[in-house]
């Protein structure tokens, strides 16, 4: 469980559908899962009935590694939703992933997998700079994906 526990009761959580059940599963199970058309392979998020590049209606998921690049950054000031007003400052990064970096995924840089979201100043984080996922349950049905640093 995150450092900030007590406070991920009242947060604002994602909710999940049919089709987007995979990736929370895959959060679930501590990987990063992403639909990928069933006829020319290209990954795409959010997850959708039609392939963008060659409109085939055929699915997959795939396993991907995690791994990724901070794109961008932001230290919300103050934060969006006031529920995280005692956590500030705190970061919100940018993930392009590894497989395509057309694909970014927003999160927290934290220090340690269960790590509060404002473990990490703001001051030290750099563009390009590789990071990992690492999966924090906060529901039954929502598992969050944030990053730490890659070495």
Request: glycine share 8%; aromatic share 8%.
């Amino acid at each position: 469980m995150a450092g900030d526990e007590k406070m991920i009761a009242s947060w604002p959580l994602p909710t999940t559908n049919d089709h987007d059940a995979p990736f929370w599963q895959g959060a679930r199970r501590g990987v990063v899962v992403m639909e990928a058309c069933g006829s020319c392979g290209k990954l795409r998020f959010p997850p959708r009935p039609m392939c963008p590049s060659c409109h085939s209606r055929q699915q997959q998921w795939r396993e991907l590694s995690g791994r990724g690049r901070i794109w961008s950054f932001i230290v919300p000031h103050p934060p969006l939703f006031p529920v995280f007003n005692p956590l500030a400052p705190y970061n919100v990064i940018v993930v392009e992933l590894e497989e395509e970096p057309a694909i970014r995924l927003v999160g927290n840089l934290v220090s340690e997998p269960a790590g509060p979201i404002n473990g990490v100043s703001a001051e030290t984080i750099r563009i390009g700079e590789p990071v990992q996922a690492v999966f924090v349950p906060v529901t039954d049905d929502v598992t969050l994906i944030r990053w730490i640093r890659r070495r």
